[in-house]
Structure formats: C-alpha cells, structure tokens
Nanobody, 122 residues
Framework: QVQLVESGGGLVQAGGSLRLSCAAS????????MGWFRQAPGKEREFVAA????????YYADSVKGRFTISRDNAKNTVYLQMNGLKREDTAVYYC???????????????WGQGTQVTVSS
C-alpha cells in the first residue's frame, strides 16, 4: 500500500522560507515520479512541481518558478519542496503526489498524501 507522509508545513511571514518533506513507502521510490500540489481555501487543487524518478528533470507551475525547488533523495525515499520568497497567495494545504510517470503526477492521476498546511502571513 502506497503511503506518502508530508511534513514541514507551518506559519511563516511573507518573504520567508519553508522546506516540505514527503516520506514515501509501499512503492519503488527510485523509479517513481514525485510531485507537489496545493489547495487553497475555496479553490481547486493545483499542480506546483514535479520531478522525474532520476531527479534529472523538474517541472514547475509558473506561479512558483524561481521561488520553489523540488528535489529528491532516493536513498531516503523522500522528496522535498524548498519554498523561498513565500507570498500570502502561497497559503494552502500542500500535498505530495506519486506516479509511475511524470505525466501521471502532473495530471493529478497518481497517489496522494494527506497534506500539510502552509500559512503565509503578511
């Protein structure tokens, strides 16, 4: 059974940084694409970032390019999302996602974690 457990969320001031982690189990992590989505209150879940199994290629939503960085450690079965220059509009529940192919992740058809809350105050 696939399990994705997010951590690292919290309250931060605008302009600050947070690093989210997602620990994965029950899947062949080193051959699985991983990603992050977010859902703000009253809005649909949206794609944030994705990374191929090898870490060789990454993908980002335009709204976070240049501020967020996705990375992975296949030895630890963990994917990270480094968030810098946080804005109030980044406030959301952030979800980890996994899929056999990166397109599976980006289109939201993979497995999901339970989410971690990120709140950015002004």
């Amino acid at each position: 059974q696939v399990q994705l457990v997010e951590s690292g969320g919290g309250l931060v001031q605008a302009g600050g940084s947070l690093r989210l982690s997602c620990a994965a189990s029950g899947l062949p992590f080193s051959s699985t694409a991983m990603g992050w989505f977010r859902q703000a209150p009253g809005k649909e879940r949206e794609f944030v970032a994705a990374i191929m199994w090898s870490g060789g290629r990454t993908y980002y939503a335009d709204s976070v390019k240049g501020r967020f960085t996705i990375s992975r450690d296949n030895a630890k079965n963990t994917v990270y999302l480094q968030m810098n220059g946080l804005k109030r509009e980044d406030t959301a529940v952030y979800y980890c996602a996994a899929g056999r192919f990166v397109d599976t992740v980006i289109t939201g058809l993979g497995s999901w974690g339970q989410g971690t809350q990120v709140t950015v105050s002004s």
